[in-house]
C-alpha cells in the first residue's frame, strides 16, 4: 500500500512520490540544474502526453479528455528557490498524474460520460478539480452537460486523493456534500 510520506510539510504526498521527488531533487542538484526553465521542462515531460497549460491565468473547464493539468508559472521560481517545496509539489504533480492516469477506478455514474477533467494548481499551490460529465435520461433524447469544480482546502490536504476520489464518484450528485462545491 502507498502510504503517505508523513515527514515534514508534505505529509500529505504519497511515499514512492516523496522518495523520487527526493530523488529528481539530488540529481538536480547534483546537476547544478535548479531553476525555474529547468524544473519547468521536467514537469513538461512529466507530463507527456497531457493537456499541460503553465499560464497564469488557469480557468477551469479548459480542456478536452481526463488528462489536463494548469500550473501557474510562480509555483516553478519558488521551487528553484526552495528545496522543500520542490520535493513537496515533485510529488504532488507525481500523486496528481496517477490518481488521473488511474480514473478507470472511479467511473461516473451510470448512464453519464465523463467528457473532460483537469486539476489546477494556482500561484499558492492550492489544487483545484474539475470535471464535465453528459447524461441522457431515457425519457428524454438530448443529452444534458454537467459541470463541477472542487478545491482542496490547505488545511484538507492531508486527503487530497480521497477528496477527488469522491468528487469523481460522486460527480453525479446535485447537492453540495464533503467533496467540495458543486457547481450546475
Known amino acids: ?57 488557469m480557468e477551469p473547464f479548459q480542456g478536452h479528455g481526463n488528462h489536463n493539468i494548469a500550473i501557474h508559472p510562480d509555483n516553478f521560481r519558488r521551487m528553484a528557490e526552495d528545496p522543500e517545496y520542490f520535493v513537496g509539489m515533485t510529488a504532488l504533480f507525481q500523486d496528481i498524474k496517477n490518481t488521473r492516469e488511474n480514473m478507470s477506478m472511479f467511473p461516473p455514474p451510470a448512464g453519464t460520460t465523463r467528457v473532460a477533467s483537469g486539476t489546477i494548481v494556482d500561484a ?48 453525479g450528485n446535485t447537492d453540495r456534500n464533503n467533496t467540495g462545491n458543486w457547481m450546475a
Not at 143 to 159: I, K, M, Q
Request: proline fraction near 2%; avoid cysteine.
Open 1 to 57: 500500500m502507498n502510504v503517505l510520506a508523513g515527514a515534514g510539510t508534505y505529509n500529505w504526498v504519497s511515499q514512492s512520490s516523496y522518495q523520487q521527488a527526493r530523488n529528481i531533487l539530488a540529481s538536480k542538484q547534483a546537476n547544478g540544474n535548479m531553476n525555474a526553465r529547468s524544473i519547468q521542462n521536467h514537469t513538461k515531460q512529466m507530463f507527456s502526453n497531457w493537456n499541460v497549460s503553465m499560464r497564469g491565468n
Open 124 to 171: 499558492d499551490g492550492n489544487i483545484s478539480g474539475w470535471s464535465i460529465i453528459k447524461s441522457s435520461t431515457p425519457t428524454s433524447q438530448s443529452a444534458t452537460e454537467r459541470r463541477s469544480l472542487f478545491t482542496v482546502p490547505e488545511s484538507n490536504r492531508a486527503s487530497w486523493a480521497e477528496l477527488m476520489r469522491n468528487h469523481l464518484e460522486g460527480i
